[in-house]
């Protein structure tokens, strides 16, 4: 399998398991000393250590944010192969009753050893994350739990 064809195997299994909250689907695709980090914009920089963190997190951050929309759906272009390194760059786009959609458009970028992730990157821009303020600051209200 090439590596493009691996991440979006991922990509569809991560989906699965936000569905169903078994996160433990994704442990295959990430290697025991894995690092999930994210480094831009500053304000939501963070890292983790280890198939089990990043599991953890992804079910952390899920519950906390995504879930208390009533939708989200995610679209991306087909990712970009360099040796090692996948890159793909998308939009979240969550729906919630009487706001208008919140857009995040993100950037990913996994390196892999053999076919397991070592080291995955989330992005986005300061604007997105500008956005997301004003909505957060107009709608947040309105948010589940």
């Known amino acids: 399998m090439d590596l493009a064809a691996r991440f979006i195997s991922y990509a569809d299994d991560f989906e699965r398991a936000y569905a169903d909250r078994n996160w433990q689907r994704l442990a295959p695709y990430f290697a025991a000393d894995a690092v999930y980090e994210c480094k831009q914009p500053e304000a939501l920089a963070f ?6 963190a990043i599991l953890e997190r992804f079910a952390t951050v ?5 879930r208390r929309f009533d939708s989200r759906t995610i679209t ?3 990712p970009t192969v360099n040796a090692a390194r996948v890159s793909i760059t998308g939009v979240v786009l969550y729906t919630l009753s009487d706001a208008p ?16 992730i070592v080291h995955l990157e989330d992005a986005s821009s300061d604007d997105a994350l ?4 004003d909505w957060m600051a107009r709608y947040s209200d309105r948010l589940a739990g």
């Open 47 to 52: 890292r983790v250590v280890g198939r089990a």
């Open 62 to 66: 899920t519950d906390a944010f995504d």
């Open 76 to 78: 991306f272009g087909p």
């Open 101 to 116: 959609p919140l857009r995040l458009p993100f950037t990913e970028v996994a390196l892999y050893r053999g076919l397991e």
């Open 130 to 133: 500008a956005a997301v303020a």
